[in-house]
């Protein structure tokens, strides 16, 4: 079964691995079963942080059969998703906030193969959705602002919960197999209240996994997740 069908999925964030060491640990994710790569593309200017370029992403396409989740959090997104796609990712979401034609980046997306959808920021509201929903693969809820992780009072919005739910609730309304994807602080806590439907797929890092142990932060992830499934 594709890993698209599966339910509560995990996609490890690569910017939380070990920047130094990235072929080790994305081996490690490997040995413990992962079969998504969560990639953030980060231009410094959208989003006020820049960890990992595209010659990198390119390098590890070749070392891995990972599926690569890419999000895309640029100000102007034609270079980033035209490289990505010469790449060979398997998913581009991109920002609706700094796209102005949101149905056609879709479509181009999509015409490459490649599954494609929207990110939304904590405040952006779900209507910018309204006549693209059909067309997306995926959303991307942000549930803290983006760049912003490494602000120690940075949390989780309040209405993280409605946000999702109200998608949840618009998706299931229109018949759709759209996959909610939640980014940000994504703890086992969130999973576990998630998990069971209300979203699909969890941007995991620093909050769920150990850097220098991966295989056990996995294994109990996995644990939890089998517990969600049952």
Not at 182 to 193: F, H, T
Not at 202 to 223: I, N
Request: net charge negative; charged share 25%; glycine share 8%.
């Amino acid at each position: 079964m594709s890993i698209w069908n599966e339910r509560c999925i995990l996609s490890p964030s690569l910017i939380c691995l070990d920047m130094c060491n990235l072929e080790s640990q994305v081996r490690l994710l490997e040995q413990s079963g992962i079969q998504m790569l969560h990639v953030d593309i980060l231009d410094g200017h959208f989003s006020p942080s820049m960890p990992l370029g595209l010659d990198t992403v390119r390098q590890l396409r070749a070392k891995t059969s990972l599926a690569f989740d890419c999000h895309v959090m640029v100000t102007e997104q034609d270079y980033f998703v035209d490289e990505l796609l010469d790449i060979g990712v398997e998913q581009i979401v991109f920002h609706g906030e700094t796209q102005p034609h949101v149905d056609g980046m879709l479509n181009r997306i999509r015409a490459k193969g490649v599954r494609a959808g929207v990110a939304l920021k904590p405040a952006t509201p779900l209507s910018e959705l309204e006549y693209v929903l059909e067309k997306c693969d995926t959303v991307l809820l942000m549930l803290i602002n983006p760049g912003y992780a490494f602000v120690k009072g940075e949390k989780q919005v309040s209405y993280a919960d409605r946000k999702i739910r109200e998608l949840r609730e618009m998706i299931d309304r229109r018949g759709l197999d759209t996959k909610i994807e939640l980014d940000g602080r994504v703890s086992p806590k969130n999973i576990e209240d998630w998990g069971g439907g209300a979203a699909d797929i969890f941007v995991t890092g620093s909050t769920c996994l150990s850097r220098d142990d991966l295989p056990g932060s996995f294994a109990k992830l996995e644990a939890l997740r089998s517990r969600i499934l049952k």
